[in-house]
């Protein structure tokens, strides 16, 4: 099925380890975001992509990196994990002419940090 | 700053009846309003949306309505199923020029559906 989809589904990492969260969409979106969500505080964006090969920050950027080679795939890099961010991430792509903006989500990464 | 605010944490209704979640937000530039619903386990999927230039946007059993006077907006799902149990955001955006889709989220409320 078409759609949105994040590799891994869960993971736990010990504090100061790197990881790499992969989102790939096969709808030719243009448009690719990563969000975190924490408890009390709704989604929020952390870098985002209007095409192959862009990326910009977001709302809380900071500890993380991302990557667009290829148009198709988001990659969100955590070069050294910490605690503060132990969330639950997910990438979307958009538009998807249901509106203007309600664009497609993953079904997320659930990732712990100890 | 928190520039959109669900400030319910959760609603509690019975089967049949109406269900209003509410939003409010703080940034005037916004001119785009979306609802996503979210089930367990599942990203969040899109709902309904709705323009500035309008008051009001219906889609089956739910309707959103905008105050933009009152920078407010709400959700109303008539009538109830114990299937609309979920967590529901709200979203803003400013449309087009170089927003690029960027949405600004609530903190989401949890609607509990009674059979």
């Known amino acids: 099925n078409a759609g949105v989809t994040q590799t891994p589904k869960f993971r736990v990492l010990k504090t100061g380890q790197s990881m790499t969260l992969l989102c790939a969409q096969d709808?030719?979106?243009?448009?690719m975001y990563w969000y975190r969500q924490d408890p009390g505080m709704g989604l929020r964006l952390i870098h985002y992509s209007v095409g192959e090969g862009t990326t910009a920050k977001g709302e809380v950027p900071d500890g993380y990196n991302v990557s667009r080679l290829k148009k198709q795939n988001f990659l969100l890099g955590l070069e050294s994990a910490a605690p503060s961010q132990t969330s639950v991430y997910f990438c979307a792509s958009g538009p998807t002419g249901q509106g203007t903006w309600g664009y497609t989500f993953g079904s997320g990464t659930r990732l712990t940090v100890v | 700053d928190q520039q959109v605010k669900q400030n319910s944490p959760s609603l509690s209704v019975q089967e049949g009846r109406i269900s209003i979640l509410n939003c409010d937000y703080t940034n005037s530039m916004f001119d785009y309003f979306l609802w996503y619903k979210k089930y367990p386990a599942e990203g969040p999927t899109f709902l309904i949306s709705i323009s500035s230039i309008k008051d009001k946007n219906e889609d089956g059993r739910f309707t959103v309505f905008l105050n933009k006077s009152a920078k407010h907006l709400s959700l109303h799902i008539v009538p109830s199923q114990p299937g609309d149990s979920a967590v529901y955001f709200c979203?803003?955006?400013?449309?087009?020029?170089?927003?690029?889709?960027?949405?600004?989220f609530g903190q989401g409320t949890i609607l509990t559906v009674h059979p």
């Open positions: 709808m030719n979106h243009e448009y």
């Open positions: 979203a803003a955006s400013v449309a087009g020029g170089t927003s690029y889709g960027k949405l600004t």
